[in-house]
Each structure stands twice: as C-alpha cells, then as structure tokens.
C-alpha cells in the first residue's frame, strides 16, 4: 500500500534515523512494495507520527538510488540517498568502524581516517538539511543515534526555531577512550546543538558530560549545559538525561499467547532431539556481544562432562550484520569454527550441541524461540541496552526460564534480579550456566516475576512518552 505522494514542509514531528522503519519486499514482483520493519522504536513512534502530523527522515538501504517520499502505512517516509562511496565511507566508516568500536569500550581498534569524517560530516549535513525542509514551524525534531551526531548542530543553524532532541542508542564512551578521536570537539559540539540529548544509562550521561566539560570546556550545572555563541551569550541550554529505551511489551506478550506460536515452540524442542535444556542465544552477529565468550564456555562445560549434549542444547541464532566490514568478517570466520569444533567434537547423531543459525527470523519465530528457552544467554562485552533480554522476559508470561546477563548491557541496570555475569570471567560464566540450568523452580520463578514487573510496567511506547514530554518541557524552560 504505498503511493508516491510529495511532503512539503508540514511536518510537526520529525524523527531522522539512518535508516528508514521499512525493508524491501522481496516477495512483491513489481519491486515497489515496502515491509515495515521489526522493531519497537517504529512501534512506539507510528502513533505519534499519525497524531502529530509526522514524518520519518532516513535511508532507505539501497546504495545509489533516490526516491520521493512516499507513504507507507500510515507513515511519511522522505529517503535520504547515499551513494555507494557514501555507504563505504559514511556507514562502513566512519559509523561502524570508528564510532561504533569506539563507543563500545575499544573491543576492536577503532580506525580514524580523514575521508571518511569528511563524508560522515557531509552525510550529516544531508541528513539534516533534509529534515529542516520537512518540518513545519516550531516543529519537533527527534534525532537517533550514533550515525547522526552532527545534526543537531546543523539542524539549529538552519532552523533555530524548531524543538531538537537527539537520543544514543549505543554507549556513551568514557572521555579516556573518547580522548581517541582526532574530531571530538565537533561531536560534542553536534550533539549539543539539541535541547534534550538522550543517554540510556546515567552512566552514559555522565560520561558526555564530563566529555562536554573536558573537550569543550562547556559549563555544565546539574545535567545541564550552558551552550554559548561565539560572543560568549547563550544560545540555549541543552540538557543530558538517562532515558533506557524498552520493547513493545504488548506485541511480544500477544504473540506469546498465540496457540500456533506455542506448538511452535514445542515443535522447536522435538526438532532439536528433546534435550532436558535448551539455551538460547540471539544476536546481531557483532563482536560487542560476547558470542565467543558464550561459546568458550558451553564448550568447556561440555568438555569438563558437567553437561551433555542430551542434557543442554544451544541454539544460537546470530543475524547477518555489516557483512561488508572487515571486523565482521572475522568474527563469522571465528564464530563459525568454534561452532564446527564444539558440534564435531560432542555432536551425536541425534543430538546436536551447537545448532547455529546465520539468519534474521520473523518476530514469531522469535517468539517460539524464547518460549522453547530455558535459558537465555546474554554475554554481551558492551552493549547500550540489550532488547533481547527485555524480550525474553516479556514472552515468559508463566514465570519459568533463566535469564543469564551481562552486567556490561543497559538491560543489566533494570533487570536486576538476572543471573548477573562478567562475560570475561569464563570461570564464572560456566558456574552461572550450569546454575541456570538447575535453578530450582522456585527461585527462577521469584527472579522471573520481579523483572516481568520491571518490564511490564516500562514499554517503549512509555519511553518515548517520558522522552517527547522531557523535550517539550525543555524548550519551556528554555523560553522559546
Ligand atoms: C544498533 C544501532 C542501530 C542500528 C542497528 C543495526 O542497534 O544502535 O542504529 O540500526 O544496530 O545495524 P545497521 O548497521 O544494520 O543499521
């Protein structure tokens, strides 16, 4: 259901991502059909989008190709194009391997180049100028993540009367790993072209803000800073604040209900041989999420004879990710040989240790996945929250199942009542395993019921609530 519609300067909300909510639809011939894509940060804002008068501002993924903007689903969608140097340069890059290695406490060397700054600052602008033509006077801007750092700072110089906020989903570095790059002040200072900045644990604010007070000299009071114009007056104040992004709770708690979702998942434990333990691992296949930790430890676990095969399978679904990145490219090399070794090692003709999945699956299948679960493995080296541990607490209405966490996630500082782990202390992973696997029902139920409080009561249609109202009052505070 898309038609090709122009969008002249109405908007009263803008959200700018670097990509856009939706995929191609490949399944449609005529190769003009769009999917909205999973995720609760589209869930949580297309309501808004449609009360507001809104519209997305984004790439659309394809390297090379311009498009009008067009509606989907209720959704105003304005493509932001990248060329393929763009996609190289900007993405490949400067996002995903200076900033995001970076950012996620330097578990692989970031890489600074010139050429591509200069295309991330060049992106930027795009990005920005985008949706300055989009919005409606007094409109509000909210701008996500790491990709777009500078376009708060851009956004104000062309339209300082609009209402900008900016949020992080990925870790804010401490300024002794920040102090790396050679473009630090301009971040900063990008960032500090928005009203409200966004951080998903205090830590992470705190850490910008002592970056803020350190590259830049700002004067910061409470969480507050002081943003001055080269004549030394005030522009505006921007304010840093912890707001730790949740999923659709709703969704994921309707499909665990659903009667075909839960034959699934029992389908899924036949499948795999009727082992008494499943655990379950899912994540972008990304070196901060701790995958081979993960796997060093089932492994030895297996090897010390504490567990079987019979006993506890893994499934360890790992979705494609920057495949074109050569980080990325290691870390399947890695994966994939350390699946081999540990499957051709104790993998029996009817049981498998290690069943890996290198795919992206339907949210229902996801779904079955953490139903089918009795233990959830999050190992994460760093990550800024960590939805998939928030998602399987979500789906275990009945109070069963384990939960393994990483004390490096965002999640670990609202699921508390997790089996909290260091991934890097692969002793303590393997003892916090074969807990898990022999928890005793009782305790895993109490653990389970308080976190399914937590989540249950904090969904992201809450977070960006709390987010847009903190925005709003911002700017009234702000006096403009
Ligand atoms: C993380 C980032 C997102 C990003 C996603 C997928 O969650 O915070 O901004 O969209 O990974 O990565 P990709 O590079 O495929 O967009």
Same mark, same amino acid.
């Given at each position: 259901t898309s038609s090709q519609e122009p969008i002249h300067g109405a908007s009263e909300f803008l959200v700018v991502s670097n990509r856009l909510p939706i995929d191609r639809? %490949? *399944?449609?011939?005529?190769?003009?059909g769009w999917r909205r894509a999973p995720g609760g940060l589209v869930t949580a804002l297309a309501p808004v989008m449609a009360s507001r008068d809104g519209a997305w501002v984004g790439w659309?993924?394809?390297?090379?190709e311009i498009l009008e903007p067009f509606h989907h689903e209720g959704m105003d969608l304005i493509p932001v194009p990248l060329s393929s140097d763009e996609v190289e340069l900007?993405?490949?890059?400067?996002?995903? %391997? *200076?900033?995001w290695p970076l950012y996620h406490d330097v578990i692989a060397p970031p890489e600074f180049h010139r050429t591509w700054w200069d295309s991330y600052r060049k992106v930027n602008r795009r990005f920005a100028e985008a949706a300055a033509s989009a919005a409606a006077k007094n409109a509000t801007v909210w701008v996500q993540d790491?990709?777009?750092?500078l376009v708060p700072r851009y956004l104000r110089h062309l339209r300082p009367d609009l209402r900008i906020g900016f949020f992080n989903h990925i870790p804010f570095p401490p300024p002794e790993i920040f102090?790396?790059?050679?473009w630090r002040q301009a971040i900063i200072d990008g960032l500090l072209g928005a009203d409200l900045i966004g951080f998903q644990r205090p830590n992470d604010t705190a850490n910008f803000l002592r970056s803020a007070r350190r590259f830049l000299g700002a004067s910061v009071k409470a969480q507050q800073v002081h943003v001055k114009e080269r004549d030394d007056s005030i522009s505006h104040i921007a304010r840093a604040e912890p707001f730790p992004i949740s999923i659709d709770v709703g969704r994921i708690q309707e499909l665990a209900a659903r009667p075909d979702i839960i034959a699934r998942s029992k389908q899924i434990r036949e499948d795999l041989g009727n082992p008494k333990t499943i655990l379950l691992g899912v994540d972008?296949?990304?070196?901060?999420?701790g995958i081979t930790h993960r796997l060093k430890a089932y492994g030895e676990l297996l090897d010390d004879g504490v567990i079987t095969v019979e006993d506890a399978a893994l499934i360890q679904v790992a979705s494609p990710s920057r495949e074109r990145v050569e980080t990325y490219r290691q870390l399947r090399e890695e994966v994939e040989g350390m699946v081999g070794r540990i499957n051709g090692q104790f993998d029996t003709i009817q049981n498998t240790a290690v069943r890996y999945l290198h795919h992206n699956y339907p949210v229902e299948e996801m779904v079955a996945l953490y139903l089918a679960a009795d233990v959830m493995l999050?190992?994460?080296?760093?990550?800024?929250?960590?939805?998939v541990a928030k998602e399987y607490v979500a789906a275990r209405s009945d109070n069963t199942g384990a939960l393994v966490l990483?004390?490096?996630?965002?999640?670990a500082d609202q699921l508390?009542?997790?089996?909290?782990?260091?991934?890097?202390?692969i002793d303590g992973l393997k003892a916090t395993i074969a807990h898990a696997i022999t928890l005793p029902k009782a305790e895993s139920a109490r653990r389970m019921r308080a976190m399914r409080k937590q989540i249950l009561s904090h969904d992201v249609q809450r977070w960006s609530e709390d987010f847009l109202l903190a925005l709003q009052n911002e700017a009234v505070r702000d006096d403009r």
């Open positions: 639809d %490949s *399944t449609d011939t005529a190769d003009v659309h993924g394809a390297p090379d900007y993405y490949e890059g400067f996002s995903n %391997s *200076t900033l790491y990709q777009l750092q102090a790396q790059l050679p972008r296949l990304d070196y901060t999420k999050v190992t994460a080296l760093r990550d800024g929250m960590n939805l990483s004390e490096f996630t965002g999640a508390k009542q997790a089996l909290l782990i260091n991934p890097h202390d």
